[in-house]
């Protein structure tokens, strides 16, 4: 396993989700939760210089057979904007179909009000995005997702 903070991002169509692990790729914590717009870009931007950051994972809302849609899109374009502003670090896509299902899951099960999800449940999905890249990286020696420049390893 590579040393070195990773930050995953929940990419909505209003919130961005945002989670980060240890130095050493252990723990998941949550972030915070911010608006879509510009203060989305400028947290994960102050968050990859304030920590050494190895690389930035962002959530890719796949359907569920395979396709992507409009929320694939957004978040390909979030993904591109958010590398140029975060150079050399790296971005990479990680597939995150059903994990908002989860979040909320985690999230009753934990007894949280379901009227109260909305503020902390792209937080708990960028810390499932994060956690699933963890244990694919632990799993195969391979860096999870895929860059933007095309590459795969999952």
């Not at 608006?35 to 690389?55: H, P, S, T």
């Not at 993904?79 to 179909?97: F, M, N, T």
């Not at 999800?117 to 195969?140: K, P």
Request: glycine letters at 10%; hydrophobic letters at 40%.
């Amino acid at each position: 396993m590579r040393s070195g903070v990773r930050i995953a991002v929940d990419v909505g169509g209003v919130r961005v989700g945002v989670a980060k692990t240890d130095s050493a790729g252990i723990l998941a914590t949550p972030v915070g939760t911010f608006q879509r717009g510009r203060n989305d870009l400028d947290a994960v931007v102050e968050l990859v210089k304030n920590n050494d950051v190895l690389e930035v994972y962002v959530g890719l809302p796949k359907n569920m057979d395979g396709t992507e849609g409009k929320t694939a899109r957004d978040a390909r374009k979030w993904a591109r904007w958010i590398s140029r502003r975060i150079a050399p670090v790296e971005v990479r896509l990680i597939d995150e179909r059903l994990t908002t299902v989860s979040a909320h899951r985690q999230l009753h099960e934990a007894g949280r009000r379901e009227n109260s999800h909305r503020t902390v449940v792209d937080q708990v999905s960028a810390v499932i995005i994060l956690e699933n890249a963890m244990d694919f990286e632990r799993n195969t020696g391979r860096t999870p997702g895929i860059a933007l420049n095309g590459e795969c390893n999952d």
